[in-house]
T-cell receptor, first 116, second 112 residues
Framework: GAVVSQHPSRVICKSGTSVKIECRSL??????MFWYRQFPKQSLMLMAT?????????EQGVEKDKFLINHASLTLSTLTVTSAHPEDSSFYIC????????????FGPGTRLLVL | AQSVTQLGSHVSVSEGALVLLRCNYS??????LFWYVQYPNQGLQLLLK??????LVKGINGFEAEFKKSETSFHLTKPSAHMSDAAEYFC??????????FGTGTRLTIIP
């Protein structure tokens, strides 16, 4: 199946700093990429949907200025957590899709962020 | 808007026994339905999906699920549990806009 990578897999940062997480589709062109947040022992919550070359669409309650998403190419999307705080600590997962709702989204392995 | 309900946040079965994980959905349009598995500290892996073709869908690792419109259900089953099946399982629904709505997940434990 298709492969999606995320980098880094784990990051620890100080409160107030910014952290960038990369999501890459390695063997297909991802028209759409999704960013999810998962709290311990909970489900995935969709944060935003990004389409290549356009602004991301954020879900209700997600701060656009806090979580900056850039989808610069058909194989790369980045999520930047700006001015991170301990409450931003979480597991962030991206997925990539081909633009067809009946098709599978391919998920990255996730990035665990710990803000001290 | 669509939603998914997974009954039972924790399910324990003995090795070799039947696995049944329940999922009920709500959707205003014919849904696309998915089951994903998540191992600790990893992303999600697709087990199977229903996209309006055959109502009985076979997936990887011996799992299958049956779409029952009258019951708005898409339960996941496996005839014989294996220790390696221990993981978190998520049911998800899409109503055609490519967004996935996930259930709260079911943690499957296999008893030796």
């Amino acid at each position: 199946g298709a492969v999606v990578s995320q980098h880094p897999s784990r990051v620890i940062c100080k409160s107030g700093t910014s952290v960038k997480i990369e999501c890459r589709s390695l063997d297909f062109q991802a028209t759409t990429m999704f960013w999810y947040r998962q709290f311990p022992k909970q489900s995935l919550m969709l944060m935003a949907t990004s389409n290549e070359g356009s602004k991301a669409t954020y879900e209700q309650g997600v701060e656009k200025d806090k979580f900056l998403i850039n989808h610069a190419s058909l194989t790369l999307s980045t999520l930047t957590v700006t001015s991170a705080h301990p409450e931003d600590s979480s597991f962030y997962i991206c997925s990539a899709g081909t633009g067809l709702s009946s098709e599978t989204q391919y998920f990255g392995p996730g990035t665990r962020l710990l803000v001290l | 808007a669509q939603s998914v309900t997974q009954l039972g946040s924790h399910v324990s079965v003995s090795e070799g026994a039947l696995v049944l994980l329940r999922c009920n959905y709500s959707s205003s349009v014919p849904p696309y339905l998915f089951w994903y598995v998540q191992y600790p500290n990893q992303g999600l892996q697709l087990l199977l999906k229903y996209t309006s073709a055959a109502t009985l869908v076979k997936g990887i690792n011996g799992f299958e699920a049956e779409f029952k419109k009258s019951e708005t259900s898409f339960h996941l089953t496996k005839p014989s549990a294996h220790m390696s099946d221990a993981a978190e399982y998520f049911c998800a629904v899409s109503d055609g806009d490519e967004k996935l709505t996930f259930g709260t997940g079911t943690r499957l434990t296999i008893i030796p």
